[in-house]
């Protein structure tokens, strides 16, 4: 595995760490809530998405592997427990790094078909780096929403 693709995989291991970190002790109410009903998601619903993100654009369309993604559902609830989604995490974590431990330095310039009718081809590369800001926007909304719901909890 070249170099930067074990910094990539490395950074992956530390943004599922930190996801774990966010919800390894919240309750399913905690979970459920959402801050402003109609435009905002619960904790749940966003680890849902990420997830399903991540499987998209690392295990699809960097790996190959058709996921049978269905976004639109990602933010329909959250049926899972905590420890339902740390264990998601944990599985879908895994298969990251085992697509990126197949993927070679030259792989990260191949182009890959837009799967998407608002998307363009996009390298691999391009797939995992958009992977990895996505999660840098949501991690601040997981963060916001559980420091919300802890001062709604105190008011």
Request: contains cysteine; glycine residues 8%.
């Amino acid at each position: 595995m070249s170099t930067e693709l074990e910094t990539i995989a490395n950074l992956f291991k530390s943004l599922h760490n930190e996801l774990t970190s966010i919800i390894h002790d919240l309750s399913d109410e905690e979970l459920d809530w959402v801050p402003i009903e109609g435009p905002t998601n619960s904790i749940g619903v966003l680890i849902t998405h990420l997830i399903g993100a991540e499987s998209f654009r690392i295990h699809q369309m960097a790996g190959g592997i058709d996921i049978n993604r269905d976004r639109d559902s990602e933010f329909l609830g959250n049926p899972k427990n905590n420890s339902e989604l740390i264990s998601e995490i944990s599985r879908v974590g895994t298969r990251t790094a085992e697509v990126l431990g197949c993927l070679s330095q030259t792989d990260l310039d191949i182009v890959r078909p837009s799967v998407r009718s608002y998307e363009d081809a996009e390298t691999i590369r391009w797939h995992i780096l958009h992977a990895i800001e996505h999660f840098g926007r949501h991690l601040g909304h997981l963060e916001l929403t559980r420091q919300l719901y802890a001062e709604r909890s105190r008011g």
